[in-house]
């Protein structure tokens, strides 16, 4: 069954760099897109970009380009995010979810959230 | 910037039926933008519910069905349940890889 496990909670500074892991298992890592989305607290879905684990090619939100970074390991089917220059605003709970096949641009299978909290 | 909405809130009756929207400030959604839509309850991680429009994922029960409404993205939940309370997002595809999601809708069964 497919299976997306996200590395534990992190605290960071301000100004700091964050990286989530996401290890997928249970299907082929390389056929499926894999998106990231996060959700500050008490707010709403935000999505944050999508990386193709076969070429490690990238797409990004608008908002985020310049400070996020996808990034996979074939060798060990895991996915990476990592933001930087954090601020206040980046602490929310981030979610790996992959893509649906053919339309890889579509999430179903989530990973549990990993919790980054940003704080002086 | 495009941005997609939806309902803040709505309730249903237990064993009734309601209809969430998910829309475009400015233009019509069509199944061009391949709708999909989301159940997350609190402390838990978001489940695919509904996507290109009116396909049901793995495990979604049949009282939950996708469609066009209109100029809107439509979900419909027939026969609503205590369980079905939930946070509902849409997701809209914008083409070149990227999409927006909806700000969500809390659905409250009572």
């Known amino acids: 069954q497919v299976q997306l496990v996200q590395s534990g909670a992190e605290v960071k500074k301000p100004g700091a760099s964050v990286k989530v892991s996401c290890k997928a298992s249970?299907?082929?890592?390389?056929?499926?897109?894999m998106h990231w989305v996060r959700q500050a607290p008490g707010q709403g879905l935000e999505w944050m970009g999508i990386i193709n684990p076969s070429g490690g090619n990238t797409i990004y939100a608008q908002k985020l380009q310049g400070r996020v970074t996808m990034t996979r390991d074939t060798s060990t089917s895991t996915v990476y995010m990592e933001l930087s220059s954090l601020r206040s605003e980046d602490t929310a709970v981030y979610y790996c979810?992959?893509?649906?096949?053919?339309?890889?641009?579509?999430?179903?299978?989530w990973g549990q959230g990993t919790l980054v909290t940003v704080s002086s | 910037q495009t941005v997609v909405t939806q309902e803040p809130s709505f309730s249903v009756s237990p064993g009734g039926t309601v209809t969430l929207t998910c829309g475009l400030s400015s233009g019509s959604v069509s199944t061009s933008y391949y709708p999909s839509w989301y159940q997350q309850t609190p402390g838990q991680a978001p489940r695919t519910l509904i996507y290109?429009?009116?396909t049901r994922s793995s495990g979604v029960p049949d009282r939950f069905s996708g469609s066009t409404l209109g100029n809107k993205a439509a979900l419909t939940i027939t026969g609503a349940q205590a369980e079905d309370e939930s946070d509902y997002y849409c997701m809209l595809y914008m083409g070149s890889g990227i999409s927006v999601f909806g700000g969500g809708t809390k659905l409250t069964v009572l």
């Open positions: 249970g299907y082929t890592f390389t056929s499926y897109y």
């Open positions: 979810a992959r893509g649906v096949g053919a339309f890889y641009f579509i999430p179903d299978y």
């Open positions: 290109r429009t009116n």
